[in-house]
């Protein structure tokens, strides 16, 4: 797991999902797991939260709650999440992506170790697009498509308490990494 810099401390907001209520971030009551993923329609990011999706129940049963975060325009992201049980945010002016210092770079789709997840990405995508479960990302994504992945872990007193950027586009936690930090940084009742 690499971070960039000290751990900060997030202030107070309320995010606006594009296919939930409002979130506020940090929770009050558990963890929030903050993902920072690429455009709408990304076949990476689908391929990594497909995995999410199907880990739900046991990821908020650990007292965690998703957010992720795209750097598209809401009405082109709503139409790739409206099924999705997480809430999805658009943030087509990287603003979070900047104050958590989520980055870009050609390493995103270069770095080799990236290429076999891209592929069965791209094959799975392509598969679920023929069959009508998803759509088809647009042909020039807004904010490009050099996006890196990152990863936050977040208290409810707004502490960061674990953080990874990724090194390639499917440079993320795995579920199972996300349920071990939760476990080993799960709140306390006073």
Known sequence: MRTSR????????????????????????????????????CPVCNLHLRSVVRRHAEIEAAGVREVVLFHSPADELREHVAELPIAVVADPEKRLYREFGVEAGRRALLDPRAWL?????????????????????????????????????????GRIVAAHHGQHAYDQWPVDTLLALAAAHRPTRG
């Open 117 to 157: 997840p891209i592929v069965r990405a791209v094959l799975t995508g392509t598969w679920q697009v023929l069959r009508g479960r998803e759509r088809l990302p647009a042909g020039t994504p807004h904010g490009g498509r050099l996006g890196l992945p990152a990863d936050f872990l977040i208290a409810p007193d």
């Open 6 to 41: 000290p751990l900060p401390v997030v202030n107070a907001r309320t995010l606006t999902p594009v296919n939930t209520g409002p979130v506020e971030l940090p929770d009050p009551d558990r963890l929030v797991h903050l993902q920072f993923r690429r455009f709408a329609g």
